[in-house]
């Protein structure tokens, strides 16, 4: 049985996952695991790539507005990366928005007048939305309002997400990426006890309290999937810890994906493991 208030539209068309993220590599720790675990169960995934990261680092690990960064290559070489990370992922369609790479909080990047956070909302929601349009995914997953850790690009990729779906109608659930406070405690604590002391400390409120945590989706099968298209993004490894954890510490990470449901059209329970319950 649904609740489904668009009868005839959600049920009938093929099954399909839409995900929204910011940058090339976003894709990989927060959802590489549903969207290899979809597109292996037969439902089309779609990922929307809104910036082409030319904030990140450029040969060498040189940083953006240090001499030698070319940002032109940096993006040419970050969706090389992108392309081969979808393939270990096994997506099926990758569609890039094209914006300008607005670099993290306070870097010079913010002020550039085509980065992807200064674009205004409704106009890159119109382009999200001709995506939802063409594809009609009943389950699309982006970032919460803080974009999970305040990263501009992030957070204008929730809003436009947000707004294309209100002004579409498409999607039947919609999810915030959650990065869940107690699963974050014990890995560090894992570290800790493996002598890989974490270079910051964590604050009490870091991450997403579990009671807000409505879904939990064991990708296990998936852990190499997501290991190697994150390998596939080396020119950005020095910002990815991940890559430097121990097998089983990077096991524990990457065994199962967490969200926030904020939304559903289909009858499907509080607690759920398959961001397509009620769905099929
Ligand atoms: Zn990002």
């Not at 809104?50 to 990140?56: S, Y």
């Amino acid at each position: 049985m649904t609740v489904n208030d668009t009868p005839g539209d959600g049920m009938d068309r093929e099954l399909t996952l839409m995900a929204v993220h910011a940058h090339p590599d976003d894709e990989v720790i927060g959802t590489g695991g549903i969207l290899a675990k979809y597109t292996a169960e037969g439902i089309r995934t779609v990922l929307v790539t809104c910036t082409n990261g030319e904030q990140g680092d450029g040969p060498g690990g040189v940083k953006p507005g240090e001499p030698g960064h070319d940002d032109a290559a940096v993006a040419e070489r970050r969706l090389a990366e992108l392309r081969e990370s979808v393939a270990h992922l096994g997506i099926d369609h990758v569609e890039l928005l094209g914006y300008r790479d607005s670099g993290m909080d306070g870097w010079d990047g913010n002020g550039h007048a085509d980065a992807f956070a200064n674009v205004p909302v409704e106009t890159a929601a119109a382009r999200l939305a001709e995506l939802m349009e063409r594809y009609r995914p009943q389950v699309i997953v982006t970032y919460d309002e803080n974009g999970n850790y305040g990263h501009p690009d992030h957070i204008q990729a929730h809003r436009i997400a947000v707004a294309a779906a209100e002004k579409t109608g498409i999607p039947d659930k919609f999810y915030y990426t959650a990065v869940p406070r107690e699963a974050i405690r014990q890995m560090f604590e894992f570290m800790r006890a493996n002598g890989m002391a974490p270079d910051f400390e964590l604050p009490d409120d870091f991450g997403t309290p579990d009671e807000l945590i409505s879904s939990v989706v064991d990708v296990s099968p998936y852990v190499e999937n997501k290991l190697k298209a994150l390998q596939a993004h080396a020119s950005q490894g020095e910002n990815i810890p991940f890559l430097r954890m121990p097998p089983e510490a990077q096991h524990q990470a990457f065994s199962r994906e967490y969200f926030i449901r904020t939304t559903s059209r289909v009858a499907a329970p509080d607690q759920e493991d398959d961001l397509f319950a009620g769905l099929r």
